[in-house]
Structures are given as structure tokens and as C-alpha cells.
């Protein structure tokens, strides 16, 4: 059964760091990966999609990976802002699966 | 329209109540899916639905848990005889026209309280 867990669970820093978030999966054989933003109280906005065959994909100041024989995706952004506090949830689509999704990163970013 | 819609909002049940949850996808869309989402977890699947065809329901918790899509457009998830432990949020997303390689675009879902 495939597991997604991401790291760190929480994530405080000044605006205009760069940062990463990581996110782990145990069962490589994915069809894609996405990375979220979930606002309190609201649904989720898809931000990337990577594709199996991909390795990165870039959106403005987002740019996320995927090493699909190690487990892994990231999601760097670059020079935050306070209007990037969210929670940050990355999913993956596994053969035969549905998405399954991490619990996610809650960021937050002081003026 | 322009998004997924959910409603209703917010819904307050008295313990074995029932209760019925809306979803409007993206006009068009194939696919449909259900999930749950307790308090400071991710969405955890339920339920998907390619047009009116349920094709995976092994997320659904119990058998009070049933959803229909009848017409391959709205979604309805029923919940009957509700437990406290229903309690959390129910998110619905569609996606056009695959699945495997489309973005998933969701609702802000229903926060359900079991009283």
C-alpha cells in the first residue's frame, strides 16, 4: 500500500527565504505527483504536476522535483511571501490507486 | 461554471442523523472523486466516478457510506445513521478528460459535524 509522507510538518520563516519542502513515497511505480496549496477553510489548488517520465516542473517561483527510484519530490520556492502561508500537500497517482495524499506541510511566512 | 461547487457549506447533524452532500463538478469533467479530510491530515480517498460508473469505491469506511453519480454530471454522498466519528471534511474534485496525467481540480468541500 503506498504511504506519502512529507517533512517538516510545520514551517516558519522570514519573507524572502528560499525553501524546500519534501515529500517521500514508498511504491515508485506512480503515475504522476502533484503538489497542492490547501488556504484554511478552503479546498485544494493543484500548483505542479509531474509526470512519471518528467523530473522537474516550474511555475512562477514554484519549482518542484521528482527522483521516482528514490521516493522522493520536492518543492522549492523561491523568495517567499506572507501570502505563500498555506498548507502544502503533495499526492501521488500509483498504478491500480487512486491519489494518495501526505498530511501535508503547514508554512508560514512573517512579514 | 467555474469551478466545483459543494454544498451544503456547513452541516450540523444530531448522531444518527442522516445526511446528503452535493457536488457540482466542472461541466464536462469525467472524472469525479470523494475524499475525507479530518482536522490537520491530508484528503484520504473514498470514492471515483468515471461519468456515471462508480469504479472504485474501497475507500468508503462502512456501509452507511453510499454515493451516486446518475446522470454522470452531480455527485451526492450519503451518509446515514451519522457517528461522531463522520465528523470532518468532504471534498469533492473532477478532472477532464483522463485521469492519470490531469490536474485535479476541487471544491472547498463540507465540514460535517456529528453532534
Known amino acids: 500500500k503506498q504511504e506519502v509522507t512529507q517533512i517538516p510538518a510545520a514551517l516558519s520563516v522570514p519573507e524572502g527565504e528560499n525553501l524546500v519542502l519534501n515529500c517521500s513515497f514508498t511504491d515508485s511505480a506512480i503515475y504522476n505527483l502533484q503538489w497542492f496549496r490547501q488556504d484554511p477553510g478552503k479546498g485544494l489548488t493543484s500548483l505542479l504536476l509531474?509526470?512519471?517520465?518528467?523530473r522537474e516542473q516550474t511555475s512562477g517561483r514554484l519549482n518542484a522535483s521528482l527522483d521516482k527510484s528514490s521516493g522522493r519530490s520536492t518543492l522549492y520556492i523561491a523568495a517567499s511571501q506572507p501570502g505563500d502561508s498555506a498548507t502544502y500537500l503533495c499526492?501521488?497517482?500509483?498504478?491500480?490507486?487512486?491519489?494518495?495524499f501526505g498530511p501535508g506541510t503547514r508554512l508560514s511566512v512573517l512579514p | 461554471g467555474a469551478g466545483v461547487s459543494q454544498s451544503p457549506r456547513y452541516k450540523v447533524a444530531k448522531r444518527g442523523q442522516d445526511v446528503a452532500l452535493r457536488c457540482d463538478p466542472i461541466s464536462g469533467h469525467v472524472s469525479l472523486f470523494w475524499y475525507q479530510q479530518a482536522l490537520g491530515q491530508g484528503p484520504e480517498f473514498l470514492t471515483y466516478?468515471?461519468?456515471?460508473?462508480?469504479?472504485?469505491k474501497s475507500g468508503l469506511p462502512s456501509d452507511r457510506f453510499f454515493a451516486e453519480r446518475p446522470e454522470g454530471s452531480v455527485s451526492t454522498l450519503k451518509i446515514q445513521r451519522t457517528q461522531q466519528e463522520d465528523s470532518a471534511v468532504y471534498l469533492c474534485a473532477s478532472s477532464y478528460p483522463g485521469l492519470v496525467n490531469e490536474k485535479l481540480f476541487f471544491g472547498s468541500g463540507t465540514q460535517l459535524s456529528v453532534l
Open positions: 499526492a501521488v497517482w500509483g498504478y491500480g490507486q487512486n491519489f494518495v
Open positions: 509531474i509526470q512519471s517520465s518528467q
Open positions: 466516478f468515471q461519468n456515471e460508473a462508480q469504479l472504485d
